[in-house]
């Protein structure tokens, strides 16, 4: 016989989305998200029904979880154990839903994320709650359909008595679709089904102000009454989750914060990771220690996580720290809400109303199905206990005839002939036990035929009344909840709680020094510690380093530092890392994202930007740039872009001043210039300035200050060969922008250039460095005189190569 090959082409595309629309449409409708009728996916509709069918019910003992993912497994769910146990696990976890559906024995896991132990060691059986989906369900109540091997059926939904979907939520991700629904309260959302019950024309509104809102396990605060008002009328959502936050005061230790009531799904351990890691690296003043005071007592969904406050902070500053471990770790969170379920075979994203019509036309099905199923029975009985009847009245015939018949069926059909029975009816006179034959039996089966009369009118008068199936359905469902009735757990605030952090408001005022090196270290020290500094050149730096910078400021500040390309940091004052004036400091790089060849020119401590001062930047080429301070207010912890530099250029000073001042700029050709600020343009953040100082070849600024208004100065400039001179403002005249300054130190050689100024008066005390080696310090009497005079005692072939100033005690 020949073997014919049929090829079949096909395009890939059209291939490829063929498959990928069936898996889509699998993933959607069998795994990921759960039926709108009993809250349910597949994987958890089937794991409660095979321990209904062994007998695992709450009433008998705990079986091994490893028995019932293999029956899951074997009979129903042909996908990997790990799944199966995976959603046995959710379903009896006591802090994920409001009524788990699965009574666990062992470690099922815990709020601090633990995993459950393997299957083998749990054990596990239905809750009480989980019946009350199962229940009737042998009554032909709902569909029932082959499984996938077909060697036993399986149900296609569960009568599911109480309104699952909305008492315990749940979440989940599918091709294209996602579902993220909250649990709430049972007994506000069976009141919300009794309400549609009786008027279908309920607004979605009026159910809304039944079920107010989710109701989680934990207990957490829920906010935002907008956002929970979208996801009941659009399907969509977000509103705010938070921890519930007691103030103690213990008569003999520190304040404490102390947090409960954890929002739904936050892990426990990771909130206090986090704020402990706020305490470590001193992200906020005012916090002692934190720590996790949680044991038994608080119960599978509580938790007490205490955090110790420092002495002596005020109310203010107290709300502050409380706002900002809101806005900073997981005890408050967002809860996003997407709620979408299989209505009809299909995912529909659903309004509260459509949730509560879904669930009571499926009820509706089930009591239908339920009372023909048992009105059948009852008529089945009734018609026995007809013929029971029948045949008691005519006792001695019934008898004489068994006893001449040949055998049952002869029987069976003398008496359906002589006694006008049927023969369902001649069957079960045959079947009756001879003590049965007693009058008061007789009796009873008189009773029991008024009886069945009775329940056949109820059961068709309910068939036949819609108005009594409702009245069943809401008798039943007010009854069911009783059991699992409890006062809200989650308090609604209809507002979201105002997070206004104020760092500054939780950090001690305290003036501090901050000290910066040439080569990029960074310490700050208190004043206590300056104040017993009693020589400028004991600090320890390395080979090469030298103080390029000491400011005074305050912890509460916040401090820009600004580098030679033109960007800046900014960084709270308090977070700088403390230490001591011999210590040579921390790397720069360590405490900002800063890189290693950037170069600090300029520190500049801003205690508000709320004011009308500017910064003005000066470049190693002599141009200048003023911007608003308030420009340079940033969250951003990275670079951020202070100055455009032109190439070449470099930044060279910053300071702040206002247009009331004028500007002295130093050069290291001995060049000094006055200016005033007025003439210099306010421009924004990103411009690169104009220039202010013209500068002969081989000339760099050194350095510029604000000077106010008629206000006489003295400018000291330092000479790399050791000696310095005094000049007073009288011999400096005002200059014109971008005009040259005046040569305020003539006769430089070419081997000699100014190495630093000072505007200052007195006298004073600094430090030379020597060679870039060497520091050394010195003192001087700075008076009203022109010839220079030596600051230092140089040896031959030796120079200054800087000079440090520290702030006056």
């Known amino acids: 016989m020949d073997t014919i090959d049929k090829t079949i082409t096909v395009d890939i595309s059209d291939l490829l989305g063929d498959r990928f629309g069936r898996y889509s449409k699998y993933t959607i409708q069998n795994r990921a998200i759960p039926d709108a009728r009993d809250g349910l996916k597949p994987v958890q ?173 934990t207990g957490c605060e829920v906010m935002d009454i907008e956002g929970i008002r979208s996801m009941y009328t659009t399907g969509s959502g977000s509103f705010m989750m938070a921890a519930r936050v007691e103030i103690e005061r213990p008569s003999k230790h520190n304040v404490q914060l102390v947090f409960s009531h954890l929002p739904h799904n936050a892990v426990k351990q990771q909130i206090v990771v986090a704020l402990q890691e706020i305490v470590l690296n001193k992200d906020i003043d005012g916090i002692v220690e934190a720590r996790d005071e949680t044991d038994r007592k608080h119960g599978p969904t509580g938790a007490r996580i205490v955090v110790e406050l420092k002495k002596g902070l005020s109310d203010e500053q107290i709300d502050s720290i409380i706002a900002y471990l809101y806005k900073n770790t997981d005890l408050m969170s967002h809860y996003r809400a997407n709620m979408t379920a299989i209505v009809n075979g299909s995912p529909e994203k659903l309004d509260l109303k459509r949730f509560v019509s879904s669930y009571i036309n499926h009820q509706r099905d089930v009591i239908r199905r339920r009372t023909q199923f048992d009105l059948a029975r009852t008529k089945e009985r009734f018609h026995i206990v007809e013929g029971y009847i029948k045949a008691l009245n005519r006792l001695d015939e019934v008898i004489r005839i068994i006893r001449e018949s040949k055998d049952r069926k002869d029987a069976v059909e003398q008496l359906t002939e002589q006694i006008d029975l049927t023969e369902v009816q ?84 305290e003036e501090v020094y901050v000290v910066v090196t040439k080569n990029g270290y960074i310490k700050r020290l208190s004043k206590r510690a300056y104040m017993g500094i009693e020589r400028v050149n004991a600090i320890n730096l390395k080979l090469g380093d030298s103080v390029q910078e000491t400011v005074l400021t305050k912890t509460t500040d916040t401090l820009l530092m600004f580098t030679a390309s033109g960007m800046y940091y900014s960084l709270l004052v308090h977070k700088l890392p403390e230490g001591k004036w011999k210590d040579e400091g921390t790397p720069l790089h360590t405490v900002v994202s800063m890189p290693a060849e950037e170069k600090i020119v300029s520190l500049i401590p801003i205690s508000t930007f709320e004011t009308d001062q500017l910064l003005c930047f000066v470049t190693v080429e002599g141009l200048v740039k003023k911007t608003a301070l308030s420009e340079y207010r940033t969250d951003r912890s990275v670079a951020v872009k202070g100055v455009r530099i032109k190439e070449g250029d470099e930044l060279k000073h910053v300071f702040v001043t206002t247009d009331d001042h004028r500007m002295v700029v130093t050069t290291q050709r001995g060049y000094i210039g006055v200016y005033q600020q007025a003439e210099i343009a306010t421009t924004g953040k990103s411009s690169s300035g104009s220039r202010v100082i013209s500068l002969t070849r081989n000339d760099r600024v050194l350095h510029a200050y604000p000077v106010e208004q008629d206000v006489p100065f003295q400018v000291v400039l330092f000479e790399s060969h050791g000696f310095f001179r005094v000049v007073p403002s009288q011999r400096l005249p005002e200059k014109k922008r971008g005009m040259k300054g005046t040569q305020a130190w003539k006769g430089l050689g070419s081997d000699g250039w100014i190495v630093g100024s000072l505007m200052a008066e007195g006298m004073q005390r600094g430090a030379c460095i020597i060679d870039n080696q060497t520091i050394q310090g010195f003192e001087i009497d700075v008076s009203q005189s022109s010839a220079p005079l030596p600051f230092v005692t140089l040896e031959p072939q030796s120079v200054v190569t800087g000079l440090v100033w520290m702030p006056e005690k």
């Open 45 to 217: 509709r089937r794991i409660l029904y095979s321990m209904f069918l062994a007998g695992n019910t709450p009433d008998k003992g705990y079986r091994k979880s490893a028995k019932t993912v293999g029956d899951v497994m074997g009979n129903y769910h042909p996908h990997g154990d790990t799944a199966i146990y995976d959603a046995m696990v959710h379903l009896a976890q006591p802090f994920k839903t409001n009524q788990p559906l699965i009574d666990g024995h062992g470690n099922w896991g815990s709020i601090d994320k633990d995993p459950a132990a393997a299957m083998r060691y749990t054990e596990a059986r239905l809750s009480s709650y989980a019946l009350e989906l199962l229940q009737d369900i042998k009554k032909d109540t709902v569909k029932m359909v082959a499984n996938f091997d077909e060697t036993a059926t399986e149900p296609v939904v569960l009568p599911a008595r109480l309104p699952n979907l909305l008492i315990n939520g749940v979440s989940g991700i599918a091709s294209g679709f996602s579902t993220n629904i909250p649990p709430h309260n049972p007994r506000d959302v069976v009141q919300a089904c009794v309400a549609y019950l009786n008027d279908e024309d309920i607004s979605n509104q009026d159910l809304i102000d039944i079920i107010q809102a989710p109701d989680f396990p």
């Open 426 to 509: 001649a069957n079960a006179i045959l079947d009756l036990r001879l003590y049965r034959l007693t009058n008061l039996e007789i009796e009873s089966f008189q009773k029991e035929w008024l009886d069945l009369q009775k329940t056949i009118k109820h059961l068709e008068g309910i068939l036949a009344s819609p108005k009594r199936l409702d009245k069943v359905i809401q008798t039943e469902m007010t009854e069911y909840v009783k059991l699992y009735s409890h006062p809200r757990l989650s308090p609604l605030k209809r507002q979201t709680k105002e997070l206004n952090v104020d760092v500054t408001m939780t950090i001690p005022e």
